[in-house]
Every structure is written in C-alpha cells, then in structure tokens.
C-alpha cells in the first residue's frame, strides 16, 4: 500500500528549531550544529522510522562522511553528527537502507591524486557503525567517483562514473554488495562503455530490475541522457543504452525513481531547463525529447526526484538570475502519466543553496540540501551547512489554510481563445514570460494582458513568469 506524502525540506535560513513536529513544520533547522567548517553533498534515505542524512564535511580539515538521524516527530536525533569514515578525503556519499541496515558509500581519495575508490560502510538503525574498516566496493586504476546506490531485496547495486580503461575518458560500472556487506563483484560490472564520457550515474529498483541512468556524451559535443536495466543478477539488459533525454540543449545531472510501474528520469539542460521522461519497465523511452518541468529565467538545476505514492515530487534549485529572490528551492508534482503540476516555491533564501536530494517515506517527504549559513542562533558559522524542514507546501500536501503571500502559485488553469497574462505587482508590467509546450519547446513569447492562442493545437502548455511556472489546458472555442 502506498502513501502519500507530506514535505520535509533541507534549506538554509536564520532559525534553529526542534521539538515536537508540531513545532518543527513550516520552520528550518540545521541537521549538524558542531563547529564552523563545511559541509557538503548530502544524501538521505528511510529506515521506516528516522531518516539518515549523509554528508562529506570538512571538519578535521579533510573530508570525511558523516551522519546523523532525523525523526519526523521529534527531530534530529545525532545534532553533532556521526563519523562514518574519516580516513583520506571523501566525497560524493550516498546512502541506501535495506529493511535491517543502511549502506553508505562514497568516492575515497587517499595518498595518491591522481586515485580514487569507492568506499562504503553500513550503519545500524540506531546509528552504530558497523564496519570500522571500510569496505572496498572498487579499487580499479585510475579514478572511480561520483557513486549512488539502491537496493532490490536481496542486494544492493552500486554504480558510479570509472577511469580504469582510458584514464581520459569514463565509463559506468557497477557491483552489487551484499547486506553482510560482501562485494559480489570485485572486478565489477560494465555498465556501459560507449565511446567519450558517461557520468555521474542513478539509478533506482522496480520491484524487478533497476534502471540506471547517466548523462552520455557519445554522441558529439552536448551529452544526452542514457540509461539501461540491469537484473538483481547483475546482468545488463539494453547494452548499448537506453536513449533518455536526446533533447539537443546538452543534458547533465539525472536523478530516477520508480512508482512500481514506469520509472521517472529528471535531468538539467543546461543548467536552463529541468525535463523529466517516462521509462517503462521493458526499456522503452515514452518521452525521448522530454516533457517541460521548469525553465527559462529561472535557471533550474540539480533537480531530485521520488516517488510520493500517488505521484513524482521533483525539486530543483532556483537560480533567480539579476537580483532577487536568491537562489531558492521549487518543486513540482508530476503525475505517472507525465502532467506536470504547477510549480511550488518550497524555499525564498538570501544565500546561497545547493544539491537538494530528496526522500519519501512514513507519509512525509524529506528534501536535504547544502545551504550557507551565516549567524545562526547568535553563533557565526560563515559556511556551507546541512538543514532541513518539514513541510507541509502547497500541492505537495496538505495545503496550508493561509500560505504566505510568496509562497502562493497559480493554479492550472483553461484558455480557449485568449491568455491573459497579470502584470507583475511590484513592476507593473511582466517580463521574461514565454509559452512552452509538453516537451518543453517555445511556442510563443507572450505580452502582458491578452495573447491570442487560438492558432495553437489544444493541449497542456506552460506559463514561465515572473511568479514562477504555472500549467494551462488550451481548449477549442
């Protein structure tokens, strides 16, 4: 059974709070507040009670990986945080839960730096660590980053971007590890070996294979997004790729997840444009040039996604170019037949936030960031931090009976003939608004007060403003 999904987002402002749920929702909390060093990309998985939150931070003067529990009822658990690993420079973790314990993993730098591994180690429920000597998922030559991983029941599969070959140009491979944490493939799996570049791998489980995604730049000078399944066996089953996001603006940073049927890909063209893509479960792209998710002005990117039991939540970093808001964090629901809902303003910030990763689970949906931090509690910290905030927003959950007036955005809305577009408050006028159909293509730049519409073809289309995106359904007179 599946459940729907309240917000827990990870952001970056001026207030620490903690307590009771109650008292934590709609109001932001930092996830570590030992020191004043940095912290960075964070990753988050649910153990069917807490959250873990896993991060690289800066605190010993190297990077190491460090953890730390959140509870949706009473908040963070670990507030100075847990060493995972603080051996050589780390960086890139990821975290998985398999019904008894979680796996991290992450890139490892140690003596040598032009070498890089992937590490990992498992952590108890209750925030143990289980392996004090790291295990060893690949130590193939050259550089191994960038690793994330899932779990299928049985094992887990770990993937990431690999040097081994050329020392120039990267691969994807793989290797699945046990949950005693046995590496079942030591010299690990090719995941694909196409010519040039493949990075920074997904990937996410159907309840029969996964699908790993990447960005591919096989195919000239912009990357695509590639994909393929792979069994719980290990076994590649689209060797030569699963074409994605072939949209020709240059396509970076998936993110996938599954609702138990067709899988959804988010990806940044860019850094101007968020598209997502259905993929369904015996390797068919539905959506090759991508369906429109935001763009434009707003410069979206580093876009996550899960799934929120009914529906996809995907959220992405907001670049307000020429002034203000600051970079901030939207969202959006996205429907398994590929509607894209309007967008949801989850966070107005005056610093700077990065990398949001996203997690759902025990009906609410958590969102973890890197945000910097100033003075905090009277405390200055003048680095980037780990925080977090539980919802609930505007579509992607239950709605607020009084919103602040920000966090307001149109609802879809039905044009037969004529769109009228709302002059922005604070100019009187609106700027940068555009028309955008499904795949995300341009179809008419639009003016403040009426456009005209009825020379285009009925169907959902979206409005980029000032306000943010919203949806509207063309109909004939």
């Known amino acids: 059974m599946r459940l729907s999904c309240t917000l827990l987002v990870v952001c970056c402002l001026l207030t620490i709070v903690s307590g009771r749920a109650g008292s934590l929702y709609g109001r932001e909390f930092m996830i570590d507040t030992l020191g004043r060093h940095t912290q960075w990309d964070p990753a988050v998985a649910f153990d069917g009670t807490n959250f873990l939150v896993v991060w690289a931070d800066f605190r010993t003067g190297g990077a190491g990986t460090y953890c730390s529990r959140v509870n949706p009822t009473t908040g963070v658990l670990d507030p100075v945080g847990i060493p995972v690993s603080v051996k050589g420079l780390q960086y890139y973790p990821a975290v998985a839960f398999d019904g008894t314990n979680y796996l991290a993993v992450w890139e490892q730098w140690d003596a040598n730096p032009r070498t890089s591994d992937i590490r990992g180690a498992r952590v108890a429920p209750a925030g143990r660590i289980l392996d004090s000597i790291s295990i060893v998922v690949s ?7 960038n690793p994330a991983v899932s779990f299928d029941g049985e094992n887990y599969l770990v993937v990431w971007d690999d040097y081994r070959n050329e020392g120039v140009y990267s691969d994807i491979y793989g290797a699945r590890v046990t949950p005693a944490g046995t590496v079942l493939d030591t010299t690990g799996i090719v995941i694909s070996a196409a010519p040039y570049y493949q990075v920074m791998p997904r990937l996410a489980f159907d309840g029969t294979n996964y699908l790993v995604v990447w960005s591919d730049l096989r195919g000239g ?6 994909g393929t399944r792979v069994t719980p066996a290990g076994e590649v089953l689209d060797t030569a790729g699963i074409g994605i996001g072939m949209s020709p603006d240059g396509n970076r940073r998936p993110a996938v997840a599954s609702g138990g049927e067709e899988f ?16 369904t479960p015996d390797g068919q792209s539905l959506d090759p040039q991508g369906i429109l998710v935001a763009n434009g002005y707003d410069a979206p990117f580093y876009p996550a996604v899960t799934f929120a039991g009914t529906h996809y939540f995907v959220v992405w970093r907001h670049e307000a170019i020429g002034g203000t808001p600051s970079p901030c964090l939207f969202g959006a629901r996205v429907s398994p037949a590929g509607e894209v809902d309007s967008t949801i303003t989850l966070v107005v910030h005056n610093y700077a936030v990065q990398r949001p990763r996203v997690a759902c689970g025990g009906g609410v949906m958590f969102v973890v960031y890197v945000g910097w931090t100033y003075i905090i509690d009277g405390k200055y910290y003048g680095r980037d931090r780990i925080w977090g905030k539980f919802g609930p927003f505007p579509g992607a959950g239950e709605e607020p009976a009084q919103p602040p007036a920000h966090d307001r955005q149109p609802k879809s809305t039905i044009v037969r003939a004529v769109l009228n577009l709302t002059p922005a408050s604070n100019t009187g006028r609106s700027m940068s608004s555009r028309l955008f159909d499904m795949s995300g293509r ?23 403003e000032t306000s943010g995106t919203r949806k509207v359904i063309l109909t004939r007179e």
Do not use: H, T
Not at 264 to 279: H, N, P, Q, S, T
């Open 442 to 464: 341009k179809v008419m730049e639009l003016v403040p007060g009426p456009n005209d519409v009825r020379q285009l073809a009925p169907g959902v289309y979206f409005v980029q």
């Open 264 to 279: 959804l890909v988010v990806w940044d063209a860019g850094g101007e444009i968020v598209y997502c893509a259905r993929v």
């Open 139 to 145: 130590s193939a030559p050259n550089r191994q980053g």
């Open 221 to 226: 000078s912009l990357p695509c997004i590639y």
